[in-house]
């Protein structure tokens, strides 16, 4: 991908593997630490059949008064999946993954890709709390206010400012992990309420910034609550349980390839038929041309949902 300029944004997986290669740089700077990592990993490489889990608690136990051990942080499992990836992988690779931000901004498209999740608002505060970004118009530069584009200019500013504003999306932990809120509290569990749907929710009370939105489909018939914003879009993964999710406002596409399921990619813009290999065709030559499924999301946006099937 590096190779390729192809941008991503960080997931949890990236991050492990990105403390781990650091912590590796650190321990291999430390007197001796370089030693004790290879020693300790020709041990590793002689017990592979052992269960990790298991000659870890024995390692620990049998090197209790032992200083190295107490460098791995707790909640870290020396020699798992993410710390292989993080020794194997090239400079170049490690410095890619650095390079991946927690969220990108798609202005023209209203819309946000992340791996976990976004919050439109603070829950611990009212929904037309001044701190809150979408419950005033931000103000633009005295050069910009009479721009034909202001509107387009005041939406991004609005957007990017769900980033920088809401205090939990600028916790790098909850934007990689995030899948639900409980007590108005982030967690990465699926019990609570998915903040997708309370994304949802704040974007069914934007009216516009002179209540154009006001008798669309946009805004529930029934709700008292008006605020002064345009809906936004955000794509994300991380929720493998929940499987392709595709809503107005918020669009899921971790469909579980982790768990030799399907990869699904979201397609932006264009009409063109896609080429894709047969998921059920043994012959791996054999390619044909469909139409993938269409989407419609924000404001007047689509894209395609695509997926092959996971070896």
Known sequence: MASNNITAVRGNHDQSVIEWRAWIHWINAQPEGARWLEETSAERFAAENEGLDVWINKKKHKNKNSKWWEKIPKGWKIFDVHYAIAQEMSEAQYAY???????????NAHAFVVHGGLLASNPKHSYNDPRQPLASIPQLPECCKSDLNSTQMLREVQERQILTKVPQNTVPWNVLNMRSLVDDEV????????WSKAWRQDM?????YHGELADTSTIKKKKKKELPCYPATVVYGH??????DVKRWSIGIDTGCVYERRLTALVLGGRNKISRRRGDDDDESAEFIVDADWVEFGDSHHGQIVSVRCP
């Open 187 to 194: 967690t990465r569990e699926s019990e609570g309420k998915p």
């Open 204 to 208: 069914q009370h934007c009216t516009g």
């Open 97 to 107: 993954l650095r390079s991946l931000p927690y969220a990108i901004h798609v202005p």
């Open 239 to 244: 929720a493998a349980g929940r499987g392709l």
